[in-house]
């Protein structure tokens, strides 16, 4: 086997994150324990280097360790690796050809696929602590005087109205949220009621509340700003969740899809999309993280949501999303969102895209087999067609039915046995898997349950 080579670009974007680094660094600005820059690449780690990190000078040597170990059984095993020698903090390589023809042994190096970043500070948080990420206590100050303003005009009252109560109030419609009674008066009702919420706060007052809780009156907004800010009555609100959603530790694993905000009440940006959980409300486009956070997210206001970068709302909305992205990082979406000129723009920003893709969004030098002839093949046949620059590895592979797959970081090899079941033979059956389907899998998971509990 040829002695693997770096492919330039990607030596640029490379870096590592580990669970015990505060921040993402690049293989060029690592540096030794006296601060000097050691310009390494990937075959000039040496097992006895010590690293620090630059920005918070922790010491890493055991997973540097750790990472000499993994590289030595890849290179022995050659293209027999799976992902289980790795350990499960250290980034995931893959060796992709060059050009299609299977007998050239020329390759090079992609550094992706790291795991969850890890604070030990974490360890010490309560349920109110991951609480204040999100809700500021100064937006929780102004809720409370703005509904004070709100009621004294529509019930010519004054209501004391602190931002102790606005957070009991959030908290019990959480709450309420969870159990989830048919009727709210339900959790105050003798025999059903729930403690936590009917010993917090009256009825009465809960429902007062409900009815006048605003973070900014219609005073506070020109008629301008209003035709511009089709969310302006609760744009204060989002913004801080936004903030506190972009202001969270993350890995470099991304995923990208359509949310829907459960809505039954009068607003003109209210849709109907099929499929969902709750499938009337707010379309909301996600950034979702393989530990099932949202770390960014844009509430669909129409077509003047997004710039127009020339890929339709669908390309558009994720090229917003991924502004505060990190290079070298990987993104999986369906095939709504995938197509060739979507890949390379994710490509020009160090960003390695995997997606299904509609049979109309195909490349034109993709011939693939018809459907009818690969049904007749066995279940784990597949096929790969990469691009004259190998930039895009198309796959085609038949589980139920042939699903086609675009990638900039995984091609067909290596393959693995992928557990599907037989409805004929009522049984499991094993069949071959390549590496694309295999790595989203679990991002499936991970994002329709963080979009449930939204």
Known sequence: MATPRIHPSIVEIAGIISDEWAAYQCIPRLVDANGTPLNLDWHTVNHSVNFVDPTTGANTQRIESEWQKAKR?????SNKTTTSLMPSHLAWLWWRSLNARPNVKDH?????????????????????????????????EKMAE???????????????????????????????????????????????????????????????????????????????????????????????????????????????????????????????????????????????GKDGLIYDFAIYKGKETFPDFGLGISGNSVLKLVETVPACSTLYCDRWFSSVSFMDELMKKGIFGTGTLMKNRMPKEA?????????????????????????????????????????????????????????????????????????????VYTFVHSTQLA
Request: hydrophobic letters at 35%; a positive charge.
């Open 73 to 77: 059984r890849l290179v022995r095993n």
């Open 108 to 140: 090079f190096l992609i550094l992706i696929e790291t795991g969850c970043v890890f604070s030990e500070a974490r360890l010490e948080f309560s349920p109110a602590d991951y609480y204040k990420q999100y809700v500021d206590d100064n937006m929780l």
């Open 146 to 288: 703005k509904t004070i303003q709100r009621i004294l005009r529509k019930r010519r009252i004054i209501s004391k109205i602190t931002s102790q109560e606005v957070k009991q109030f959030l908290g019990c419609s959480m709450l309420m949220g969870v159990i989830g009674y048919p009727r709210i008066r339900f959790f105050w009702k003798k025999g059903l009621a729930v403690s936590s919420v009917a010993d917090t706060m009256p009825r009465d007052r809960f429902f007062l509340l409900r009815s006048n809780l605003c973070c900014q009156l219609d005073d506070d907004i020109s008629d301008d700003d209003r035709k511009s800010q089709r969310l302006w009555k609760v744009a204060p609100f989002v913004e801080m969740v936004r903030k506190g959603c972009l202001g969270l530790e993350r890995s470099n694993c991304f995923c990208v899809d359509e949310q829907v905000i459960p809505f039954s009440g009068r607003c003109p940006m209210k849709q109907y999309i099929p499929n969902k959980p709750n499938p009337v409300g707010l379309k909301n486009f996600v950034l979702a």
């Open 367 to 443: 011939n693939f087999t018809n459907d009818k002839d690969l049904l007749k093949k066995s279940r784990g046949t597949s096929e790969q067609r990469l691009q004259q620059d190998s930039r895009l590895a198309c796959t085609k592979w038949v589980d139920k039915k042939p699903i086609v797959m675009l990638s900039a970081a995984f091609v067909a090899e290596p393959e693995d046995k992928g557990k599907i079941w037989c409805k004929k033979d009522k049984t499991f059956l094993y069949v071959p898997r390549p590496s694309v389907p295999k790595a989203p899998t679990f991002f």
